[in-house]
């Protein structure tokens, strides 16, 4: 359902109807770890420009953000998308992340974790 290559290409994000993200060796194909969290569909994903940070967003309305390097569940936000996140984009100085849903809403999340509609 998602995909997503982090910065340097080095790993290749994977998220779908098993409600995990899957990090993988974008050269080898190797699995590289298994991100557990979501209860539901995972349906979109993002690299920060640093590739320090992946975030993932599902049909449970959550965007969750992890630290690829370790696995480590940074972030979890669950208000704002009443019909799940169907997609992400980190700002190009990774400070800011957008996500929005089907229903049109677009949030924007600052790097303390605030949230707005736009």
């Keep these: 359902w998602a995909l997503a290559f982090s910065p340097t290409g080095g790993i290749l994000?994977?998220?779908?109807?098993?409600?995990?993200?899957?990090?993988?060796?974008?050269?080898?194909?190797?699995?590289?770890?298994?991100?557990?969290g979501h209860?539901?569909?995972?349906?979109?994903?993002?690299?920060?420009?640093?590739?320090?940070?992946?975030?993932?967003?599902?049909?449970?309305?959550s965007v969750r953000v992890w630290a690829p390097q370790d696995g480590a569940l940074l972030e979890c936000k669950v208000e704002g998308h009443p019909r799940g996140v169907?997609?992400?984009?980190?700002?190009?100085?990774?400070?800011?992340?957008?996500?929005?849903?089907?229903?049109?809403v677009v949030l924007l999340w600052n790097e303390g974790g605030t949230g707005g509609a736009g």
């Design 13 to 36: 994000a994977s998220g779908g109807e098993d409600r995990m993200v899957r990090l993988w060796d974008s050269l080898s194909g190797q699995a590289l770890r298994v991100l557990a």
């Design 39 to 61: 209860a539901s569909v995972v349906l979109s994903l993002a690299f920060s420009p640093d590739g320090r940070s992946l975030a993932s967003g599902g049909d449970d309305f």
């Design 86 to 104: 169907h997609a992400l984009a980190f700002a190009p100085d990774g400070r800011a992340l957008a996500s929005g849903g089907p229903d049109g």
